[in-house]
């Protein structure tokens, strides 16, 4: 019989940035669609060893260079954990990070652009579309940049900016994330006073939805998206800016590679060579604490350390509801819902390198940790160890 060929979600539609990270990720999976990061995760909580055709893997968004969390994957990722109580995603572990490099590009249908455009215009910016130079055009001079470049790019500026107000663009739509990726440009050339900002579900969406307008609705509009999204609708679309992120080739997003652990549970997460070329391991931790005791997060790091794990990272997120204090032990003189509004859970990251046997054998679970993490937290997870892809 044929083997199953392995399946990774991503936040779809085709050509979004999710849908690069799992083709440059895992190349030998076939990449699916889903609509939203929630549906990912239920998508993959549900491909336990029962479903026929299951997700294998998924692909998630959780930071960016520029403009930070993720916020809405990593309320999702608060929900993972092995306590089947308190967590919507019990079965989801992360065993793998992506490094994406992130380009934006600025479309506007073509039928609206040849409207408004001369002929020569739109030549011109079929190659300035594609033209290498461009990459600091929006961004203004860069260190070690000469005046012959910065007249350059302030004449290349003002292209953009005469096509922008013969486009006359007063709706964007793109993905929250990316707003703050492209501040530069877009408070310079599109301010959000004159400039209508729409979120989408992803950017290959907003790529879509301006492919998709009729001669009605085609005016004004533009979307920012990946450069494929543009191959993608080549036919509707015209680039008419590219490269317009704040840091032009420092612009990276970090995605993590979830799958289900009890469809996996004696699966290797890597061969013993692979964590012996890269011994650097990490590994992502949800927790809660009691707020109330002075000192109970400083306690709470310093089991990491006296286990030799090394933070890399901390942040918090407001605690979802479902994994909130039980109403019925919050004192009643206290504002209930007060208390319940202002709990935190913890996300904890940590750099190690101890793990180097469990990886090339079974499971990289810091097991003695874990133990020791529970005497001192409401709740905690190890969502996950892998090899840091920094290294
Ligand atoms: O909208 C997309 O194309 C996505 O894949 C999502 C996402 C994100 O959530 O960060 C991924 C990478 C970029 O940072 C912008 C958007």
Redesign the pocket.
């Known amino acids: 019989m044929e083997a199953r060929k392995r399946r990774t979600a991503y936040?779809g539609p085709e050509a979004?940035?999710?849908?690069q990270a799992a083709v440059e990720a895992l190349p030998h999976t076939e990449a699916v669609p889903l609509p939203s990061f929630k549906a990912i995760l239920k998508a993959l909580e549900e491909s336990g060893p029962d479903r026929e055709t299951p997700y294998d893997y998924a692909i998630l968004?959780v930071e960016?260079s520029t403009n930070g969390s993720?916020v809405q994957?990593l309320d999702l990722l608060a929900q993972c954990g092995l306590d089947p109580d308190t967590s919507s995603y019990p079965d989801i572990e992360v065993v793998d990070e992506h490094y994406?490099e992130?380009h934006h590009c600025l479309f506007v249908s073509r039928a609206w652009a040849t409207e408004k455009l001369t002929e020569d215009e739109i030549l011109s910016l079929l190659r300035y579309g594609n033209d290498d130079d461009s990459k600091t055009a929006a961004n203004g001079p860069q260190s070690g940049e000469t005046r012959d470049d910065r007249s350059v790019q302030a004449a290349k500026m003002g292209r953009l900016e005469h096509t922008l107000k013969e486009l006359r663009i007063k709706t964007l739509f793109t993905?929250p994330?990316?707003w703050g990726?492209c501040n530069n440009i877009l408070s310079a050339l599109l301010p959000p006073g004159h400039v209508e900002r729409v979120d989408m579900s992803?950017?290959?969406a907003a790529a879509a939805y301006v492919a998709g307008t009729s001669s009605e609705s085609h005016a004004g509009i533009a979307a920012i998206s990946?450069s494929l999204a543009g191959v993608k609708h080549s036919k509707e679309l015209i680039c008419i800016a590219s490269n317009i992120e704040d840091e032009p080739g420092a612009n990276t997003?970090r995605l993590l590679v979830l799958r289900n652990r009890s469809r996996n549970e004696n699966t290797p997460l890597l061969s013993a060579e692979a964590a012996r070329e890269n011994p650097r391991v990490k590994s992502l931790w949800t927790f809660t604490i009691a707020h109330h005791i002075p000192g109970s997060l400083a306690t709470t790091l310093a089991v990491f350390a006296k286990h030799d794990f090394n933070l890399s990272a901390i942040q918090s997120r407001p605690r979802p509801r479902s994994r909130s204090a039980d109403p019925q032990t919050v004192s009643p003189t206290s504002h209930r819902n007060q208390d319940r509004n202002w709990q935190y859970v913890f996300f904890v990251e940590c750099l190690h390198s101890t793990m180097l046997e469990d990886l090339g054998s079974v499971k990289a679970e810091p097991l003695n940790l874990l133990q020791d993490l529970k005497s001192v937290t409401e709740q905690v997870s190890l969502l996950g160890s892998w090899i840091d892809r920094l290294s």
Do not use: G, I, K, M
């Open positions: 936040l979004s940035f999710s849908h968004p960016n993720v994957a994406l992130v993905h994330q990316v990726q992803s950017t290959s990946s997003t």
